[in-house]
């Protein structure tokens, strides 16, 4: 099957820092999705993004596919920022197989005021 | 709107006890899916569900049993609880067919854990 790779495993970053959370995929892809899981455990949809760049606040994303690399990239960072952060991939839509999201181990962020 | 809702929240049986957590759906999505999430692990999925009586196997399945009687509920068996299987569980929804601007939907989670 597929497999995910997320990088850095473990982010520290002072309050108003730059950061960018890289996730490889070892296969082609027609489904990518960015997540973050709050410190209390939720789990918010933040991208979904195949390809190209989207934005939205001060979070944004851009995936290569041909290169088959995601990156998130998190500005001004704020306290709140802090939880863990992961890349989901699957090759088909939902409902088969290959449709089922695939995870990689996410990147911990812990955000310092 | 409640969205997905799991029950319980919180959970401690014994070696060898069954018990069954219940998600339930308000969006009328057609797809269910169950995950656990291990320690410094992303989420693995169970089993899924397609459809109001259909279900099918995930990555990790074995000694789970799921149901889905009705569309909006989906609910996963434990029949003899081992203490691998301790793990915060994690019930999702979405729409069929392609997943542009549909994403799944997660609730809350289970802690589970199995002395």
């Known amino acids: 099957g597929i497999q995910v790779e997320q990088s850095p495993p473990d982010l520290i970053l002072q309050e108003g820092a730059n950061s960018t959370l890289r996730c490889n995929f070892s296969?082609?892809?027609?489904?990518l999705q960015w997540f973050h899981q709050n410190p209390w455990g939720q789990l918010i949809n933040l991208f979904y993004i195949p390809s190209g760049t989207k934005q939205n606040g001060r979070l944004s994303a851009t995936t290569v596919a041909t290169e088959r690399y995601s990156l998130l990239y998190i500005s001004s960072s704020q306290t709140t920022d802090s939880g863990v952060y992961f890349c989901a991939v699957s090759r088909g839509n939902y409902g088969g197989s290959q449709g089922n999201l695939i995870f990689g181990k996410g990147t911990k962020l812990s955000v310092k005021p | 709107n409640a969205g997905v809702t799991q029950t319980p929240k919180f959970r401690v049986l014994k070696t060898g006890q069954s018990m069954t957590l219940l998600c339930a759906q308000d969006m009328n999505h057609e797809y269910m899916y169950w995950y656990r999430q291990d320690p410094g692990m992303g989420l693995r999925l169970i089993h899924y569900s397609v459809g109001e009586g259909t279900t099918a196997k995930g990555e990790v399945p074995d000694g789970y049993n799921v149901s889905r009687l009705k569309k909006q509920n989906f609910l996963l068996g434990l029949e003899s609880a081992a203490p691998s299987q301790t793990s915060v569980y994690f019930c999702?929804?979405?729409?069929?067919?392609?997943?542009?601007?549909?994403?799944?939907?997660f609730g809350d989670g289970t802690r589970l854990s199995i002395l």
């Open positions: 999702a929804s979405s729409y069929p067919g392609t997943h542009s601007n549909q994403p799944q939907h």
């Open positions: 296969d082609s892809v027609n489904n």
